[in-house]
Each structure stands twice: as structure tokens, then as C-alpha cells.
């Protein structure tokens, strides 16, 4: 049996109804740019996180980059972000003329070490971008307390954990700024391009605002140049009728994930991570080759409410790709997330050593990571399948 890797129309055609009305509604008024529905979708998305201000935002990236903006990130600032992420994270801060400084990353739980940026920071250091990565939030307390400590910004990306918890508050409303993505393959899932900026801070909220419509208040007049971060009403219309239902999108995942962890674990050669061997790689790697294991589950540490953006394999001693090309062959979806480390990408390859070096367990991460289907309208069946083939290849 085909498995996708994922599947949108599974979650959005159910809805075709209410999204046609939503859509009937912003035809009918046209007020295609920062119509009703917009203000509407912020209102909700600030309720059900917790922030006090949420600004719906053409993109997740362009979240980021409004973010760094509001905050006055500038050329030649340094911030640390992790080396193991999607491009739009490095992209941001590298769009404004300031530098990346890449730091290395958790085993367990992909997320930045904190000890690793806390080595990393210079006078020259201005702000931090932890990612939650996956659907689990990053270890925010100790991030934090570094970023008091120093006098740093922390920008939240949280484009892959809307509704993932840390110690019982929200991801992306801890630090100065958060952000998501509405990015179809996400979570809470849209029908083009779209993301949302949350802050707890009146001022910077207000600039943002400003800055989001080309620095402009009042209109056509301009004190700061600004940029078109605007997200279309129709998507905040289209977004606002899944919101509704996005308890149970997640609840859904958890239970695929539960189940996957469940049966996979009985499993020859599979362990799940355990979080009792995170701050040491030497130990860790002690531990799995004592359990013979040969690959790693992902798992959700105690403290945090994990929404599963992606099921993330550890295959270790370099079986990745025959894991993969097995998958493949059995038609069952997989993606590699992220086969190349952000420091040792191309275009940033003329930056100072100093902000590429020391990245080795990214490095490794990205050797060994595979994905496997995850999303909630999964059938049991399917899920079965993912396993039995998993099963075949370790055999």
C-alpha cells in the first residue's frame, strides 16, 4: 500500500464547504488586503497561544526577517542561530546585512545547545534564534536566562510548533518575538504562503505593524522604510475555518507518533533517545552502541507538549540511505530534513570561520535524520505498513 509522506487534501477537502463560504465572503466584500478576516485570524491565533499581539504575515520567513527588522538587527550585528534548520532561519538575519553564527544542536531533541551558542557570543552578538525544531520546543529556560545575561533579542522561530508548549507556556511567546508558518505542509496548514508574528511587547508590536505596510503611518507617510509583509485576507479567511480544528490536528499526530514509538521500540536495533544521555555525545554514543541500536527514535522530553511536525529517524552507521531507498521502493513517503547544515552551505561560505566552526553534531545529524509520514489522517493501516517495511529492512 502507497504511503505519502503527506497528504493535504486528506485534512482539506473535508472542509471544502466551510472554505468555499470563506471564500464566497472575501469575494463578496473585496477587501482582498488586510480585510476583516485578517484582524479575525490574529484575534484567534493571539487567544490560542497566549500572546498578547499576533500580526498575520506574508510568509513565515518574511515573519522572521520583520522580526530582526523591529528588533534593529543591523550590518555587521552577529546572530547565533542553529546550523541544523531550515535556510529561512540563517536567510533572515543574512538578508539584513548581519551575520549568522551557527551553533551546534541537540542529538535528542535537534534543538540548539545552549552551551554550544554561550561559547559562540562577541561583543558584536545582538540577538539569538532558538527553532523549535520539529514540533518541540528548544530548552528555553537556560536560552533565556544567556540572553539576559548578555543583553541578547530572542526571536522564536517557531514556524514547525504553533501550539507546542514549553513547561507549560507557548512556543513562540517566551522571548521578545515569536513566529510561525502557515507553509501548506505544516501543522496548521494553508493554501499558499503565510505565517504570524506574536510579541507580549505593546512598543514592538506597534512597530511592526508599521513596518509591515512600508514603514508607512499615517498612510503615505513614511518614517522608516518598512517592507510588504501583509498576509492575504483570503488566507486568514481559509486559515481562520482549520484553526477551529487544530486541537484535534494535533492530537491526531500525537497519536500516530505514540503509535510509531509504541511499535517500532519492539523492534531489533531500534531504541528511543534517551534524554538522560543529551549533554554528552561520547556517553550517548556509549549508551546506543551498549543497546546494539541501529536506529533512534525521536521523543518528547517530560516538560514539553510535542505537536510532531515531522517523526524523525536517527539511522545510525551510515544506513541512511539504504533505509530511504528501501521506503522508496516500497512507495512509502520520506524526506531527509536537512541532508546540508547551514554552515556549510554555499552561500555562506565566505563568512568568518569563526561563525561556521564547531557544528559537529549538526554535521553528523545530517547524515543519519530521515523522516517518515506522520501527518494526522494517517490510517492505522498505514501506519502498520511504515512499520512492517521498517521491520523488513532491519531483518
Not at 228 to 248: E, H, I, P
Not at 374 to 381: K, M, S, V, W
Request: aromatic share 8%; charged share 20%.
Amino acid at each position: 500500500m502507497p504511503v505519502p509522506l503527506l497528504d493535504v487534501n486528506a485534512q482539506n477537502l473535508p472542509l471544502e464547504s466551510e472554505l468555499q463560504a470563506a471564500f464566497t465572503q472575501v469575494l463578496n466584500h473585496g477587501r482582498f488586503i488586510m480585510g476583516p478576516e485578517m484582524e479575525s485570524f490574529e484575534k484567534e491565533v493571539a487567544a490560542m497561544t497566549g500572546a498578547k499581539h499576533a500580526l498575520a504575515i506574508s510568509s513565515g520567513t518574511d515573519a522572521l526577517l520583520l522580526a530582526l527588522m523591529a528588533l534593529g538587527i543591523q550590518p555587521g550585528d552577529e546572530v547565533l542561530c542553529p546550523a541544523f534548520t531550515f535556510f529561512a532561519t540563517a536567510g533572515a538575519v543574512s538578508r539584513l546585512g548581519a551575520v549568522p553564527v551557527f551553533t551546534d544542536i541537540c542529538p535528542i531533541c535537534f534543538n540548539l545547545d545552549v552551551n554550544d551558542a554561550r561559547a559562540k557570543i562577541t561583543p558584536k552578538t545582538k540577538a539569538i534564534i532558538p527553532v523549535h525544531l520539529f514540533g518541540q520546543c528548544a530548552d528555553m529556560d537556560p536560552i533565556l536566562a544567556l540572553a539576559q545575561e548578555h543583553g541578547l533579542r530572542v526571536v522564536e522561530d517557531a514556524a514547525q510548533s504553533i501550539g507546542a508548549q514549553y513547561k507549560g507556556r507557548q512556543s513562540g511567546t517566551l522571548g521578545d518575538f515569536g513566529t510561525y508558518s502557515f507553509f501548506p505542509s505544516k501543522n496548521l496548514g494553508g493554501f499558499g504562503d503565510g505565517g504570524m508574528l506574536v510579541t507580549n511587547d505593546d512598543e514592538l508590536a506597534e512597530f511592526a505593524r508599521v513596518l509591515r505596510v512600508h514603514g508607512s503611518k499615517p498612510k503615505y507617510h513614511h518614517h522608516y522604510v518598512g517592507g510588504n509583509f501583509r498576509m492575504d485576507t483570503l488566507q486568514c479567511a481559509l486559515l481562520s475555518v482549520k484553526l477551529k480544528r487544530y486541537g484535534q490536528y494535533t492530537a491526531d499526530r500525537q497519536r500516530n507518533a505514540a503509535h510509531y514509538t509504541a511499535e517500532l521500540r519492539k523492534l531489533n536495533g531500534i531504541v528511543e533517545a534517551d534524554p538522560a544521555h543529551c549533554k554528552c555525545v561520547t556517553k550517548q554514543d556509549q549508551w546506543l552502541e551498549s543497546q546494539q541500536a541501529r536506529i533512534v527514535l525521536p521523543t518528547a522530553y517530560a516538560h514539553n507538549d510535542h505537536i510532531w511536525n515531522q517523526y524523525t529517524l536517527r539511522v545510525l552507521n551510515g544506513g541512511r540511505d539504504s533505509l530511504k531507498d528501501h521506503l522508496t521502493s516500497r512507495k512509502i513517503g520520506c524526506e531527509v530534513y536537512y541532508p546540508i547544515t547551514l554552515d556549510q552551505q554555499g552561500c555562506f561560505a565566505d563568512l568568518p570561520e569563526a561563525s561556521r566552526q564547531g557544528c559537529s553534531v549538526s554535521h553528523r545529524l545530517a547524515g543519519e535524520v530521515i523522516s517518515i509520514p506522520i501527518y494526522g489522517e494517517l490510517t492505522e493501516a498505514q501506519r502498520v505498513e511504515v512499520i512492517d517495511a521498517i521491520a523488513q529492512w532491519l531483518a
